[in-house]
């Protein structure tokens, strides 16, 4: 069964800080992997996503993903960190049938310092 | 116009009444489906819906019941609301394996 894991359910960083949010997927097919992001009072919005092409994906607000087969890794990354990225970030697989349910994982809470 | 409509936003209700909350959408999707949200448990799966005539039942659907009256309408109803039902529920639509989804703004239901 396809799963994600988020190491973190918390992280918080300094201003202008590199962000790292970690996901870890374990499918048994090739996988389609997204990150949404969720601020205070609002529903989900895709972030990025990968389906197969460039294994270096690069989202909305600066944010970008990694896709590593071999370490089965899709670690979201901000080189500088804003107070407006406070939010909550979710990874998600898709499942590998055809019913197109997305396997998400628990969450990361992303706090911005000063 | 949002994509993914929800109604209503916000929703104060008594232990034992009936609710409907509503979802609509003009993205033009196939597949809907219902999400509950609570702090530290993520997106649970309570509903989907592949097409009007398809409902499938997800990880956590006891109490909770769904009618798809169009393409573009899902409904989820809670027959007699309990308080451990108070969430944050999201509608979401999708299309294609590779797009994802696309999310409602959320309707934060409390029991009380």
């Known amino acids: 069964a396809q799963s994600v894991t988020q190491l973190g359910s918390h992280v918080s960083v300094s201003e202008g800080a590199l962000v790292l949010l970690r996901c870890n997927y374990s499918s048994s097919v090739p996988p389609y992997l997204f990150w949404y992001v969720q601020y205070p009072n609002q529903g989900l919005q895709l972030l990025l996503k990968y389906t197969s092409a460039a294994t270096l994906v690069k989202g909305i607000n600066g944010f970008e993903a990694e896709f590593k087969k071999s370490e089965t890794s899709f670690h979201l990354t901000k080189p500088s960190a804003h107070m407006s990225d406070a939010a909550e970030y979710f990874c998600?697989?898709?499942?590998?049938?055809?019913?197109?349910?997305?396997?998400w994982g628990l969450g990361t809470s992303l706090a911005v310092n000063p | 116009d949002a994509d993914v409509t929800q109604t209503p936003r916000n929703r104060i209700t008594k232990t034992g009444k009936r609710i409907m909350l509503e979802c609509s959408q003009t993205k033009g999707h196939d597949r809907m489906y219902w999400y509950r949200q609570d702090p530290g448990l993520g997106l649970q799966l309570i509903y989907y819906s592949f097409d009007v005539k398809d409902i499938n039942k997800g990880e956590i659907s006891d109490g909770y019941s769904v009618s798809r009256q169009a393409q573009a309408k899902f409904s989820l109803s809670l027959e007699s609301a309990i308080p451990n039902q108070t969430a944050l529920y999201f509608c979401?639509?999708?299309?294609?394996?590779?797009?994802?989804?696309?999310f409602g703004s959320g309707t934060r239901l409390t029991v009380v």
């Open positions: 998600a697989v898709s499942d590998a049938g055809n019913n197109r349910k997305l396997i």
């Open positions: 979401a639509t999708s299309d294609n394996r590779a797009n994802g989804y696309t």
